[in-house]
């Protein structure tokens, strides 16, 4: 079995910062792709930022400048800094992990449980 376990989500004021931490565990044999992901109330879930295995990014064009993206292989984890928050950010966020648990596997997607980020202005 595989856990992904998220932290870090809160409510700050326009302008403040956030960190979010993923951290997966349990059966893991490789870890190729991980990102953040995340969905407002009545809109679609939405790609917010990717890190490959060797540590390529990719940024949502409404996060580039304010948010980044890193990951720590040892630990398995995802981080995801967010700096001048806006109310529009406000969403949970998801954590997404490509993860292979065996050697003779494939890789699949696991998902965090999500954790709530609001912004007020």
């Known amino acids: 079995q595989v856990q992904l376990v998220e932290s870090g989500g809160g409510l700050v004021q326009a302008g403040g910062s956030l960190r979010l931490s993923c951290a997966a565990s349990?059966?893991?044999?490789?870890?190729?792709?991980m990102g953040w992901y995340r969905q407002a109330p009545g809109k679609q879930r939405e790609l917010v930022a990717t890190i490959t295995s060797g540590g390529n990014t990719n940024y949502l064009d409404t996060v580039k400048g304010r948010f980044t993206i890193s990951r720590d292989n040892a630990k398995n984890t995802v981080y995801l800094q967010m700096n001048s928050l806006k109310p529009e950010d406000t969403a949970v966020y998801y954590c997404n992990v490509n993860i292979r648990r065996t050697l003779n596997l494939g890789y699949r997607d696991y998902w965090g449980q999500g954790t709530q980020v609001t912004v007020s202005s």
């Open positions: 349990g059966s893991i044999f490789s870890i190729n792709a």
